[in-house]
């Protein structure tokens, strides 16, 4: 079974400061994906990383940075906390090798809130 | 722009009964549409997928239909059971990205 783990279940920081929300998958996939969750918004992608120290901008990367230094790995980092960043934030991996259908495994989420 | 919709927010069904989940899209250029379940305080999980080549793909109690003259797929869910209340995202496929549309509550009443 293809597992994701998402280091918090919520968090709550104060506007300004840095925050990390880290991801793990233990499948060995390629491809490793944040999005954030907002009612009536659907998921939407921020960054998305096909390889190790690659990483691709999404939909929505204003005010976000990644990182991937190893293939299990994918930390997506707020540089400093605002109040609309306050959200569902998801992980998800797939492996890259399903082309059109790769379906993507996801975390169980991080519900960050910005005070 | 929004390149995939769905436009009821919500769905409300009794047990036993069908639910009918919609979505509609804008690019021709895709590969596949999958739908996702996601239940509160998990994270989405994989349903079904249909194929562009393809205009229905059933699987157990789920089916989606594709109408690409009209780029409109629909997810039936036949019988519906309480265990399928929760919120059903459909999403596009652009090689292993995935653009998700707005979701939709189903709930199903006992």
């Known amino acids: 079974d293809v597992k994701v783990t998402q280091s918090s279940r919520y968090l709550v920081k104060r506007t300004g400061e840095k925050v990390f929300l880290e991801c793990v998958q233990d499948?060995?996939?390629?491809?490793m994906f944040w999005y954030r969750q907002d009612p009536g918004l659907g998921l939407r992608l921020i960054y998305f990383?096909?390889?190790?120290?690659?990483?691709e901008k999404g939909d929505i990367p204003e005010g976000y940075s990644v990182s991937r230094e190893k293939k299990e790995r994918f930390s997506l980092i707020l540089e400093s906390a605002s109040t609309n960043q306050t959200s569902m934030y998801l992980c998800?991996?797939?492996?890259?090798?399903?082309?059109?259908?790769?379906?993507?495994?996801f975390g169980p989420g991080t519900r960050l809130t910005v005070l | 722009d929004q390149q995939v919709k769905q436009n009821s927010p919500s769905l409300s069904v009794q047990e036993g009964r069908i639910s009918i989940l919609n979505c509609d899209y804008t690019?021709?250029?895709?590969?596949?549409f999958l739908w996702y379940k996601k239940y509160p305080a998990e994270g989405p999980t994989f349903l079904i997928s249909?194929?562009?080549?393809?205009d229905k793909n059933e699987d157990g109690r789920f089916t989606v239909f594709l109408n690409k003259s009209a780029k409109h797929l629909s997810l039936h869910i036949v019988p519906s059971q309480p265990g399928d209340s929760a919120v059903y995202f459909c999403?596009?496929?652009?090689?292993?990205?995935?653009?998700f549309g707005e979701g939709t509550q189903l709930t199903v009443n006992p």
């Open positions: 998800a991996s797939s492996s890259g090798l399903a082309g059109g259908d790769d379906e993507q495994f």
């Open positions: 999403a596009e496929t652009s090689g292993s990205r995935l653009t």
């Open positions: 499948m060995d996939h390629e491809n």
């Open positions: 249909i194929s562009s080549i393809k």
């Open positions: 990383s096909y390889d190790v120290k690659m990483k």
């Open positions: 690019n021709s250029m895709f590969d596949y």
